[in-house]
Nanobody, 124 residues
Framework: QVQLVESGGGLVQAGGSLRLSCAAS????????MGWFRQAPGKEREFVSA????????YYADSVKGRFTISRDNTKSTVYLHMNILKPEDTAVYYC?????????????????WGQGTQVTVSS
């Protein structure tokens, strides 16, 4: 079955950096669009970033543009989210997601598969 396993979350001070990883199995990774969502306490899950199966097109929420970078390594079936200049409002559980059609700004993406999530906490 499909498994998405996130890692790399943690506690960081404002202005700091983290790199999230998501290792995928049970699917043909190199043919699948991948990305990230997040959910803060008391809020709905929101789109963060995504990229196409070959990494040729990337998508970002306005709130993270210029600070976050998404990438993938198809040889390792892994997608990454490099997060810089972190802010307290970035505090959330970050979920890896897979499959589905990407278009427009990316925010309408409806992935088929989800990871369990990894906590990111940014202190002020």
């Amino acid at each position: 079955q499909v498994q998405l396993v996130e890692s790399g979350g943690g506690l960081v001070q404002a202005g700091g950096s983290l790199r999230l990883s998501c290792a995928a199995s049970g699917l043909t990774f190199s043919l699948i669009n991948m990305g990230w969502f997040r959910q803060a306490p008391g809020k709905e899950r929101e789109f963060v970033s995504a990229l196409t199966y070959n990494g040729g097109t990337t998508y970002y929420a306005d709130s993270v543009k210029g600070r976050f970078t998404i990438s993938r390594d198809n040889t390792k079936s892994t997608v990454y989210l490099h997060m810089n200049i972190l802010k307290p409002e970035d505090t959330a559980v970050y979920y890896c997601a897979a499959r589905g059609t990407l278009s427009g700004s990316g925010s309408s993406w409806r992935p088929s598969y989800w990871g369990q999530g990894t906590q990111v906490t940014v202190s002020s």
